[in-house]
């Protein structure tokens, strides 16, 4: 799949406010290297820099194009292209940071041990993921999929993500390698322009493996009716805003 950093930075402050409170949740007071895990154009990697400004920090991605923005915003870091779950690094780190990027690797119950044992002691594996493929933004998207004549086109949209594990879950899988494990969920409710926002907040990331395999006319006959059943699914405020509930999963574990 391709990204456009320009599409994702639409909506920039919505999305780094995540990164953010997942920072000033590390305990590690002390970092001196730190890797940036689907850096994305370096608005995660620009809020760890604000608060470990003496940290060496790689930003790691799988899009040139994201690579790209980042290097132009933050030339003083080094920013590499590559996937993360072929990321082979050893580190050690004192923080490995992975904002929204995780939810599209597979194979959790292998990557999560393999990051944590690249922490130094006391290092921490701080992890933000949107847990929100339960909500009517990507029913929606699974539901127009699956009922018109791209049908076939998109039969295999659907496996780019997969429902996230429990907490209780990830809190097993990390405790034999952490020392602690803190778990939180947020669900954020974003003020959006109206439906047609939505859409577009969308078009950054979760719509991507459902509007690449369309051609132009597909694709605009498909966000034509995804839109319409957003905007039954999402009404407007009375100021004509629409608040996008947005549930992401949180997880700092420190070695």
């Known amino acids: 799949m391709t990204w456009s950093s320009s599409q994702y930075l639409q909506f920039e402050d ?3 406010r995540p990164a953010r409170e997942l920072i000033a949740a590390v305990p590690t007071q002390t970092v001196r290297s730190a890797i940036d895990l689907g850096c994305g154009p370096g608005n995660s990697t620009e809020a760890l820099a604000a608060r470990y400004p003496d940290a060496q920090i790689v930003g790691l991605d799988s899009s040139q194009d994201m690579i790209d923005a980042a290097r132009k915003r933050l030339p003083q870091f080094r920013f590499e292209l590559g ?19 995780l939810q ?21 594996l701080a992890v933000q993921m949107p847990d929100n493929l339960d909500q009517p933004t990507h029913r929606l ?3 127009v ?10 039969s295999q949209a659907v496996a780019a993500r997969t429902t996230l594990p429990p907490a209780g879950w990830y809190y097993d899988l990390l405790r034999p390698h952490c020392a602690r494990v803190d778990i ?5 409710h974003h003020t959006l322009a109206g439906a047609p926002a ?8 979760g719509l991507r493996p459902f509007l690449e395999p369309l051609d132009a006319e597909q694709r605009e006959a498909f966000l034509a009716r995804y839109t319409a059943a957003i905007a039954q699914a999402y009404p407007a405020q009375v100021d004509g805003v629409v608040l ?12």
């Open 184 to 188: 939180w969920r947020t669900t954020y």
């Open 141 to 143: 998207m699974r539901e």
């Open 244 to 255: 996008l509930p947005f549930p992401r999963l949180f997880i700092v574990a420190t070695r």
């Open 14 to 16: 919505e999305r780094t």
């Open 198 to 205: 939505v859409v577009e907040w969308l078009k950054g990331t």
């Open 104 to 124: 599209w690797v597979p194979d959790h119950a292998s990557l999560f041990p393999s990051l944590a044992q690249r922490l130094a002691p006391g290092g921490s």
């Open 145 to 154: 999929a699956a009922d018109g004549p791209w049908a076939q086109a998109l």
């Open 83 to 101: 996937d993360i779950s072929a990321w082979r690094e050893p580190g050690p780190y004192d923080l490995v940071l992975a904002n929204a990027a």
